[in-house]
């Protein structure tokens, strides 16, 4: 993805380029989902919730001393 997005910005009227970055582009999002919904098949929502609020707190918590 990274070389065809240098690619285009380097060459950016050409259709060849811009073809190549729809196509890497079209298959890092399938990869992205596939990834997203394996991580959501083995994580809990409790797990996810008790670890997003941590890490929202913490910001807040630092802020105070706390």
Known sequence: VINAAL???AR?????????M???KDQWEK???VLTE???DIT???????VSG???QAPYQRARGS
């Open 7 to 9: 690619t285009l910005a």
């Open 12 to 20: 950016p009227q050409s259709k060849v380029a811009q073809d190549n």
């Open 22 to 24: 729809d196509v890497f």
């Open 31 to 33: 990869q992205v989902r």
């Open 38 to 40: 394996a991580v959501d």
């Open 44 to 50: 809990s929502v409790d797990d996810f919730l008790s």
């Open 54 to 56: 941590s890490h929202l």
